[in-house]
């Protein structure tokens, strides 16, 4: 399926919040993607995401319409040479191989960008689809925390999954 990414504009609020207000997306990120999500919650989000420049976060899109998100955040203090990858995709287009070719796509984009040397991801124990996607861009799992987590009242391990700019 083809697909684009581009920076996330103001007309990409309808389709955000459509495709956003999903249990089975938020059951996979932090509290900060809620659930329901509401309009309030996409306007937030897309004021952040239009604050930094370059830009952190794009979007996924099909025809240019927003079906999802992927972003890449730079992290600070000590942590400074590293990013965070997190990305999310509209249930209807799961399984298609999007974000399997959206990651190298923003790995090669946070390399060319930022002043960093590794990006990592922190996919729950249970969330098998996102390892698949992480270990076919070849990041490699740098270790496994056991029941770290704790989300919609469960504990979950976390997993750190990491690429290095000299892989
Ligand atoms: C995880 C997610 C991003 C995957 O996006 P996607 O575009 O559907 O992924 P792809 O189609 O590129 O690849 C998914 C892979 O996982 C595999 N997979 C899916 N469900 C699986 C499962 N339960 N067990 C094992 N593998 C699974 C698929 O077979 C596929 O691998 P393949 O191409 O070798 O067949 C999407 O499901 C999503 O947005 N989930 C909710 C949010 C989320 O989990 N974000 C990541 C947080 S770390």
């Not at 203090?77 to 399984?95: H, M, R, S, T, V």
Request: aromatic fraction near 12%; proline fraction near 5%; charge should be neutral.
């Amino acid at each position: 399926m083809d697909f684009k990414l581009r920076p996330i504009k103001e007309t990409d609020i309808d389709n955000l919040v459509k495709f956003a207000n999903n249990p089975k997306i938020a059951a996979n990120l932090t509290n900060k993607f809620a659930y329901p999500y509401t309009k309030e919650h996409g306007l937030n989000f897309i004021q952040f995401a239009m604050s930094n420049t370059p830009a952190h976060v794009m979007a996924i899109t099909i025809n240019d319409e927003l079906v999802g998100g992927i972003g890449i955040h730079p992290q600070e203090d000590i942590q400074c040479k590293n990013a965070e990858l997190g990305y999310w995709l509209a249930e209807p287009f799961w399984g298609n191989g999007i974000i399997s070719k959206a990651i190298p796509q923003m790995v090669e984009y946070g390399f060319k960008t930022f002043d960093i040397n590794r990006i990592f991801a922190r996919p729950f124990g249970s969330n098998y689809a996102s390892q698949k996607v992480l270990e076919k861009a070849g990041f490699k799992l740098e270790a496994r925390l056991s029941k770290t987590l704790f989300k919609n009242g469960e504990f979950q391990d976390e997993l750190i999954y990491a690429i290095r700019k000299a892989d």
